[in-house]
T-cell receptor
């Protein structure tokens, strides 16, 4: 199945800082989602982004499918951004999201 | 529009017992997937149901089984529980594989 590598594995920021999270995947994909898992375990869909760039408030994402990576930008981080960020491309020609170990983000006030 | 709801939220079982977890899919969604998430790990795909048929399975033993009902809700059954089955179990629904929406999960502890 597809391999997903996210970097960095851990990130600590001061409130207001910007950050870029990277996701590399081993196969070409037909879709990709970014999720935020809050400290209570809830996975929230941030972006459905098979290619190109999308923006939603302080967050934006870019996927370059031909080069097998996706980036998530967080600007002006807030403490509520803390949690684990996962990118989830599908596996084996399906649409089923495959998760890596994610990037754990802590934003300090 | 209702989201994905899972029940129960927490559960404690004894090794060797059986457990059933439930999931109601988001309105309009016809596909349900189940994931297991161990502490510190990403969610691992267990299986997916589309129109009441299993149409994808991850690397989990047969004691993990499921059902999908005509209203697209779903159950995950685990037999002969082992200590390593302790995890957060997540259900996600989608419309034919586009845009997965996750529930809040069931945290299962096996003692």
């Amino acid at each position: 199945g597809i391999q997903v590598e996210q970097s960095p594995p851990d990130l600590i920021l001061q409130e207001g800082a910007n950050s870029t999270l990277r996701c590399n995947f081993s196969d070409s994909v037909n879709n990709l989602q970014w999720f935020h898992q809050n400290p209570w375990g809830q996975l929230i869909n941030l972006f459905y982004i098979p290619s190109g760039t999308k923006q939603n408030g302080r967050l934006s994402a870019t996927t370059v499918a031909t080069e097998r990576y996706s980036l998530l930008y967080i600007s002006s981080s807030q403490t509520t951004d803390s949690g684990v960020y996962f990118c989830a491309p599908p596996s084996g020609g399906s649409y089923i999201p495959t998760f890596g170990r994610g990037t754990s983000l802590i934003v300090h006030p | 529009e209702t989201g994905v709801t899972q029940s129960p939220t927490h559960l404690i079982k004894t090794r060797g017992q059986q457990v059933t977890l439930r999931c109601s899919s988001q309105s309009g969604h016809n596909t349900v997937s189940w994931y297991q998430q161990a502490l510190g790990q990403g969610p691992q795909f267990i299986f997916q149901y589309y129109r009441e048929e299993e149409n994808g399975r991850g690397n989990f033993p047969p004691r993990f089984s499921g059902l999908q009902f005509p209203n697209y809700s779903s159950e995950l059954n685990v037999n002969a529980l082992e200590l390593d089955d302790s995890a957060l179990y997540l259900c996600a629904s989608s419309l034919s594989g586009y845009g997965y929406t996750f529930g809040s999960g069931t945290r299962l502890t096996v003692v």
